[in-house]
């Protein structure tokens, strides 16, 4: 399977500024639909961001306003700019490929740590 790596993560302080990306080599990024994710221990997995072949991008409420998804085909990788960061923000941050519901093309990378904390 192709396993996305994740990097980026670090610590800031709110209000802050972070640039997450997802490299998936081997494969044909142009026909994938990418997408980020972020997770808690004990809390369910949200979607906080995809963007589609064409580009077109879409955000959770959550980030909305504050962060920016895009991609670079040519580099199979995926980014996350993340600015006017919050305490909330702070969890685990994965990329993969959306198929369905619960349901990826890729398989799960380490993902990266983003810690908003003063």
């Known amino acids: 399977q192709v396993q996305p790596v994740e990097s980026g993560g670090g610590l800031v302080q709110p209000g802050g500024s972070l640039r997450l990306s997802c490299a998936a080599a081997?494969?044909?990024?142009?026909?994938?639909?990418m997408a980020w994710y972020r997770q808690a221990p004990g809390k369910e997995r949200e979607l906080v961001a995809h963007?589609?072949?064409?580009?077109?991008?879409t955000y959770a409420a959550s980030v909305k306003g504050r962060f920016t998804i895009s991609r670079d085909n040519a580099k199979n990788t995926l980014y996350l700019q993340m600015s006017s960061l919050k305490p909330e923000d702070t969890t685990v941050y994965y990329c993969?490929?959306?198929?369905?519901?619960?349901?990826?093309?890729?398989?799960w990378g380490q993902g990266t740590q983003v810690t908003v904390s003063s």
């Open positions: 993969n490929a959306p198929k369905s519901n619960y349901l990826w093309f890729f398989s």
């Open positions: 081997g494969i044909d990024f142009s026909i994938y639909t």
């Open positions: 963007i589609s072949r064409s580009h077109n991008p």
